[in-house]
């Protein structure tokens, strides 16, 4: 049932406010129930219960403006996006009491859609870590295992995503951080082609890798949701981004797999193994591929993003945006004191390594190097895709992890970004996907393909997705058993378009 009715909201050809019957006349059943099972999660930080959307026809783009939504489907935003009015906090104490003044770029576009933004998600500060332990708000917890991270650091879209509360979340991507979380949650998660979405709104941690993402229960909303997201064409508020009206073939037939040969649990090489052998079933020519790219990507994304994440976060200083520390002696004592207070260890690790990197005199060794590298993993994937449709590989090395496995260190957490961090350094196209279930825990694998082509992967998902068992989390059992009366009007609606 639960499958049916979203997806034929958003199959039907218009999207207006009427056909999306997600939330609708009084939400203060749904707040309830998802606040209920949040308690056990920390999946959001923030609820935006007076909704407000617009009426529009989506097709034509005619918005107006209504003071509340009758009818809108439900979705969460990673609390590094910008909506208006609410809370723009990336779960640090420094932007703790910061309210966003604007929409971001693709916020507007989704309004503009008739969604309705029910909240905010949790996060690792500022978007860096892979486990969403590192926040204001304490940590979130995985939906298959409160025990387990959900990932990060989009960890409370991926949690509130697998635990049926919403059926997509924004989340960002700078280095993995929508499709780890993903793979974590046993749900899919697309990053989008570098500049594809509007950066405008979107806190930048680094700005050359970043882009916003999606986090969905089903493989067909991750285009559904592209398409209302993209930009059309460029959006002149981000120079840097843009959307070609042309975008390369949809059709798939040569596929390149790439499996690590050490340095991976061996369930993770099992569901790679079982997807190569699914595909080959279907007629797709897959063929194993070894590429040394793989060897030095993490060290590459830690100095690129560090030393632009240093830059970026200088304007946190205590004047412009933070608490301002009222003891200070001078402006430097006020800068240091208010970095000092608002910052998490994790944040301050990475700012001080950016700033160590771009020191005058170290360029050279580091920077410059990352940057020649970087240079040759877009090569690499380039003439890759001369020859194959598109690359599957690993998303993380181990499924989710305790919060208490000591192997998994937050440096091993960094190694273990490798093989996300190509597809954010080569400015590509990636999507994760759940491809089986071990020991009660999800296993995932993701898919990269040439610029622009989110179509091409994302088709390529569901056209394969019957392929590979598909489950719901216990909470996501709890949540449709509490809302099931929610859940009969909207179907009962459904039926009446
Ligand atoms: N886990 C990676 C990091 O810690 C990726 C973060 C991200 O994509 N925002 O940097």
Redesign the pocket.
């Given at each position: 049932m639960k499958d049916d009715y979203w997806n034929t909201i958003l199959t039907s050809s218009r999207i207006t406010s009427e056909s999306l019957s997600g939330l609708h006349g009084d939400s203060t059943g749904y707040f309830n129930v998802i606040k209920k099972i949040n308690k056990d999660l920390n999946a959001f930080v923030f609820y935006n219960e007076n909704i407000q959307t617009r009426k529009v026809d989506a097709v034509h783009g005619d918005a107006t403006h209504a003071a509340s939504s009758t009818h809108s489907i439900p979705c969460a935003i990673k609390s590094n996006i910008a909506m208006k009015g609410m809370p723009l906090h990336c779960a640090s104490n420094l932007l703790k009491d910061f309210t966003s003044p604007v929409h971001a770029s693709a916020i507007a576009q989704l309004l503009d859609a008739g969604f309705s933004i029910v909240g905010l998600t949790n996060m690792d500060e500022f978007?860096?870590?892979?486990s969403t332990t590192h926040s204001i708000f304490g940590r979130t917890a995985n939906p298959w295992d409160i025990g387990r991270s959900p990932g990060?650091?989009s960890g409370g879209s991926a949690a509130a995503v697998a635990a049926g509360m919403v059926p997509f979340a924004l989340g960002?991507?700078?280095?993995?951080?929508v499709r780890?979380p993903a793979m974590f949650c046993g749900v899919w998660g697309l990053k989008p082609s570098y500049g594809a979405v509007s950066r405008y709104g979107l806190v930048a941690?680094s700005s050359s890798l970043d882009v916003i993402g999606i986090i969905a229960e089903q493989p067909s909303w991750l285009r559904k949701i592209f398409s209302i997201i993209k930009v059309k064409g460029r959006d002149p508020k981000d120079t840097s981004s843009f959307y070609p009206q042309k975008t390369p073939s949809e059709q798939v037939k040569k596929v390149a797999v790439y499996i690590p040969r050490r340095n991976i649990a061996e369930e993770i090489r099992n569901g790679m193994l079982l997807a190569v052998q699914q595909y080959r079933n279907i007629g797709y020519e897959v063929t194993e591929i070894d590429l040394p790219i793989f060897d030095y990507a993490a060290a590459v994304y830690l100095n690129i993003?560090t030393a632009e994440a240093s830059s970026n976060l200088a304007r946190f200083d205590g004047i412009r945006y933070g608490t301002r520390d009222a003891t200070a002696q001078s402006s430097a004592d006020l800068v240091r004191r208010s970095r000092n207070a608002g910052f998490g260890s994790e944040v301050k690790l990475r700012v001080l390594t950016g700033a160590y990197i771009l020191q005058s005199g170290f360029q050279d060794q580091y920077y410059t190097k990352a940057r020649a590298l970087q240079k040759h993993i877009q090569k690499t994937l380039l003439s890759l895709f001369k020859h194959y449709d598109l690359l599957i590989l690993p998303v993380f090395p181990t499924q989710s992890f305790r919060f208490d496995d000591t192997q998994l260190s937050d440096f091993a957490q960094?190694l273990g970004?490798t093989f996300s961090v190509v597809a954010n350094l080569a400015g590509l196209p990636a999507a994760s996907f759940p491809v089986a279930w071990y020991n009660g825990l999800p296993m995932g694998a993701q898919v990269v393909g040439p610029l622009y082509t989110e179509d091409r992967i994302c088709l390529f998902l569901e056209n394969t997705a019957h392929l590979f068992e598909h489950r719901y989390s216990p909470y996501a059992k709890k949540f449709f058993e509490h809302s099931s009366r929610d859940l009969q009007d909207r179907e009962a609606m459904m039926k009446d378009l």
């Open positions: 978007g860096m870590g892979s990060g650091s960002s991507d700078t280095g993995g951080s780890q941690y993003s960094k970004d």
